[in-house]
């Protein structure tokens, strides 16, 4: 297909560019980070689990209070395998530089670590065993091989630390000694293993409280907290006082043991490229976020660090970047993120249920009043104008969520009722825009507006930072560690519900009016636009949303132009379709490895031979989520309605709505072509098409609602009675 070529070449000059600018960095940024790194400073990780930022004061914590009144601070991320992480995930992670993590009890409990036996790792053929399941491809002792194989000399100093540095047969590299029971013990061990080990790692202890879904700051669960809180810090204090003042000292709370929140993570000395920890904040290339890493990126960090390539692992280096100038302002923030992202997982559940409930009833409603009830009188052109406005409204609802975030509502005293009536606020206004403007008297009108209004909340945010899709309710949320920038996979099936609705909307009077070149051109267009937005490295950094983009709105385009849409022209346009991704991967791949966005990296991966590790779990997650009923509910009733919708415009009491809305047949097909190519190459699999529904769904119901209440009846339609409303 023509056009679908065109649309490659000019993307492909858009990348060219970015490749040729960024081609040139790696070489001197390597250059500089090996120069950071040649120095033989000592390098000092101190793990922890359970300790977030709201857990330091100046009582109860006085070293970590220390730390972050002259350290680089941060949050961690700490997901592994599940949403909630056990001390072992976090040392398991560092020791693969990859996602593992440990068995559970029959009650979901962590298992305890236990202390080496004569230098081996207890259950490593367990951890290995539990690792080869859970189809991350993690390596385990893949940090302890490099650092044996480079001659790096290392000690290990309790049991978690010598899961991070056992090599792959489960033997501990280096040294090792079990963690002294008092302060001064664990001092005396680490300024001695500091001065004969160019690494060393201490396991400090874990905060074990009780497992819970309730939202963060229960006044028992903190009384509960506060006396391990307080001897872990006493362990972290003691191990960073030997630590000297050249050194480069790591302070990470690896996993959450007990419920999912974001936790603690400090750094001081020299960082391994370039610079030094001191009075910012800490950022990795895997987050992209000012404030925020994971346990992913420490083993990179240690690599770097020791002077070591850290290869094609799926982290990044831990670097400082630039925060507030006060250390309070720092650590505020930070509690403040943290608080944010645990509300926003709190709330999200409740959101999608809502939205998949009230969408069903809608589809319901819509099926009575549109195909069952005749006539054309009084009552029922007030359940149109009903339904109508019911209809938008909830095609407003998806991109409410994202406006929400302009709002601080986690901060509210009741957070959770804020959020919905946030959301409630956003979703008014929108509909009211919709409603009542000039353009509610055509049918594409108020749909327009709505998926006007979602494209560009979404494309805008895409291109300044993607802030509002942080922590939405379907966006990138932290706790979850999918992804922590650009599109959110239902951010892009939004796009490929509600863009082409908003090209027909800006089509179709065009082409009453004879403007068939001008119509292909805006169709088109917006299609180049949002599959930049969508796909660009620095902006949507999606994978699977430009080929899904790509397919609706070529199909869309073709019919404006007046052609047939043929199985040879389908074909053409999955090729472009996968060109295009291809081009974006590469043109990603190119930039330096702390630049790349999570398409670069996949595209190292599998050259790596990562590929169909990550393909295997891509697919594992799509097929276990065809079994979630708020996305199979939306997805079925949502098709059902809109084949009931497209047979009766052919046959039945919607005659005519073909003619008179010309593009809608097309528009239907344009995106159920999109979101099924989207359903089949990306990891949210039945997810894709539900987000799609919530919004082109109600359009399509709004839009035929106010076409039939201004529409004569067809005398088919109508039945005894019905006059006598009027």
Not at 598 to 627: E, M, P, Q
Request: proline share 6%; glycine share 10%.
């Amino acid at each position: 297909m023509r056009s679908a070529l065109v649309l490659l070449a000019a993307l492909l000059a858009v990348l060219g560019a970015a490749t040729t600018a960024s081609a040139t960095a790696p070489t001197t940024a390597t250059a500089v980070a090996r120069a950071a790194t040649a120095d033989d400073h000592p390098v000092l990780l101190v793990g922890v689990a359970g300790v977030r930022w709201d857990d330091v004061d100046q009582t109860t914590t006085p070293a970590l209070w220390e730390l972050s009144r002259t350290a680089s601070v941060g949050l961690v991320a700490t997901r592994a395998v599940s949403a909630r992480s056990c001390p072992a995930d976090g040392w398991l992670t560092v020791s693969a530089g990859i996602r593992a993590a440990d068995e559970r009890t029959d009650d979901g409990a962590c298992l305890p670590l236990d202390e080496p036996d004569g230098g081996d790792v207890p259950r490593w053929s367990e951890y290995r065993g539990s690792a080869s399941s859970q189809s991350y491809g993690a390596k385990l002792g893949l940090l302890g091989d490099r650092l044996a194989d480079a001659g790096t000399t290392t000690t290990a100093i309790g049991p978690g630390a010598a899961i991070a540095l056992a090599g792959s047969d489960g033997s501990v590299t280096g040294d090792y000694e079990a963690l002294p029971a008092d302060a001064s013990g664990i001092t005396d061990a680490v300024r001695s293993a500091l001065g004969s080990s160019r690494l060393v790692v201490v396991d400090a202890g874990a905060v074990q409280v009780p497992v819970s879904d309730e939202p963060l700051g229960e006044a028992a669960l903190a009384a509960s907290r506060a006396p391990q809180v307080h001897a872990v810090d006493e362990r972290v204090g003691a191990a960073i006082a030997a630590a000297p003042s050249d050194a480069t000292v790591l302070v990470v709370s690896l996993a959450t043991e007990g419920r999912s929140t974001l936790q603690l993570a400090a750094a001081t000395g020299p960082a391994p490229r370039g610079g030094t920890y001191a009075d910012d904040l800490l950022t990795s290339g895997s987050t992209q976020q000012d404030g925020l890493i994971q346990v992913i990126d420490v083993t990179p960090t240690l690599l770097e660090s020791v002077g070591l390539d850290e290869g094609t692992l799926p982290g990044a280096t831990i670097s400082p970047t630039p925060g507030p100038a006060s250390a309070d302002d720092r650590v505020d923030g930070l509690i403040d993120i943290q608080r944010h992202a645990g509300y926003a997982s709190y709330v999200s559940g409740g959101f999608t249920t809502r939205v998949v409930v009230l969408d069903a009833l809608l589809f319901a409603a819509a099926a009575a009043v549109l195909l069952v009830l005749g006539g054309a009188g009084i009552t029922r052109r007030t359940l149109l104008r009903v339904l109508q406005v019911a209809a938008t409204a909830l095609a407003a609802g998806p991109v409410a969520g994202f406006l929400a975030g302009l709002v601080p509502w986690w901060r509210a005293e009741h957070p959770t009722p804020t959020f919905r009536w946030t959301v409630l606020g956003f979703t008014a206004v929108i509909a009211a825009i919709a409603l009542v403007g000039p353009w509610r008297r055509t049918p594409w009108g108020p749909v327009g507006v709505v998926a006007g209004l979602t494209v560009g909340t979404l494309a805008i945010d895409a291109v300044t930072g993607s802030h509002l899709v942080i922590d939405a309710p379907w966006g990138a949320q932290r706790l979850v560690a999918a992804r922590f920038y650009g599109m959110s996979n239902q951010g892009f099936a939004l796009l490929v519900a509600a863009g082409p609705i908003l090209a027909a909307a800006v089509a179709a009077p065009l082409l009453r009016r004879g403007r068939r070149g001008v119509a292909v051109a805006s169709t088109a267009g917006l299609g180049l636009v949002l599959i930049v937005v969508d796909g660009a490295p620095g902006f949507g950094s999606d994978f699977g949303g430009p080929p899904a983009l790509l397919v609706a709105f070529a199909l869309l385009t073709a019919v404006v132009a007046g052609r047939r849409v043929t199985w040879r022209a389908a074909v053409t346009v999955c090729v472009v379709g996968a060109l295009v991704v291809g081009a974006f991967a590469f043109a990603d791949y190119l930039r330096p490895a702390d630049s790349r966005t999570h398409v670069g990296r996949f595209v190292a991966t599998a050259l790596d031979g990562g590929l169909w590790d990550t393909l295997d779990r891509k697919i594992s997650t799509n097929i276990s989520l065809l079994t979630s009923w708020r996305y199979l509910l939306l997805t079925l009733s949502g098709v059902a309605i809109t084949w009931l919708v497209l047979r009766a415009s052919r046959r039945g009491p919607l005659t005519g709505l073909d003619d008179a809305v010309p593009l809608l047949r097309a528009t239907v097909a344009a995106i159920g072509a999109g979101l099924l190519v989207g359903f089949l190459i990306n990891d949210s699999g039945i997810v894709i098409p539900a987000a799609g529904f919530s919004v082109a769904v109600p359009c399509l119901v709004a839009l035929v609602a106010q076409w039939r209440r201004t529409a004569p009846a067809p005398p088919s339609a109508d039945v005894p009675g019905s006059r006598a409303d009027e």
